[in-house]
C-alpha cells in the first residue's frame, strides 16, 4: 500500500522554525517529485514548495522564498520541509504530495496523485 506520512508539525511562535518530514511507505520516493501544498481555513490551497525526484530542482511560492528550505534523502525515503521565520499567515494544515514528474517538478497540488494526511501548523504567541 502507498503511502505518504507528514510529521513535525505543531504550535510555535511567530519567528521560530519547525521542519516538516514526508516519510513514503509502500513504493520507492527517489523516482517521485514530491510537493509540499498548505490549506489554511477561509484560503485557497496553496503550493509551497517541490523538490524534483533527483532534488536538482527544487521550486518555491513567492510568500515562503528564502524561509522554507525543501529536501530530500532518497536513502532514507524522505522528503523534509525546513521553515524558519515562521509567520501567522504560515498557519495551515501542511500535506505532502508525490507524482512521478520525470526529473521535474511543480507545486500545483492538482498535478499530484498521492498524498498524506497532513500536519498541521500552528504560529501563534
Known amino acids: 500500500q502507498l503511502q505518504l506520512v507528514e510529521s513535525g508539525g505543531g504550535l510555535v511562535q511567530p519567528g521560530g522554525s519547525l521542519r516538516l518530514s514526508c516519510a513514503a511507505s509502500?513504493?520507492?520516493?527517489?523516482?517521485?517529485?514530491i510537493g509540499w501544498i498548505r490549506q489554511a481555513p477561509g484560503k485557497e490551497r496553496e503550493g509551497v514548495s517541490c523538490?524534483?525526484?533527483?532534488?536538482?530542482?527544487?521550486n518555491y511560492a513567492d510568500s515562503v522564498k528564502g524561509r522554507f528550505t525543501i529536501s530530500r534523502d532518497n536513502a532514507k525515503n524522505t522528503v523534509y520541509l525546513q521553515m524558519n521565520s515562521l509567520n501567522p499567515e504560515d498557519t495551515a494544515v501542511y500535506y505532502c504530495?508525490?507524482?512521478?514528474?520525470?526529473?521535474?517538478?511543480?507545486?500545483?497540488?492538482?498535478?499530484?496523485?498521492?498524498w498524506g494526511q497532513g500536519t498541521q501548523v500552528t504560529v501563534s504567541s
Open positions: 504530495a508525490a507524482k512521478r514528474f520525470g526529473d521535474a517538478c511543480y507545486r500545483e497540488g492538482l498535478l499530484y496523485n498521492y
Open positions: 509502500g513504493f520507492n520516493l527517489n523516482y517521485y517529485g
Open positions: 523538490i524534483s525526484s533527483s532534488g536538482g530542482s527544487t
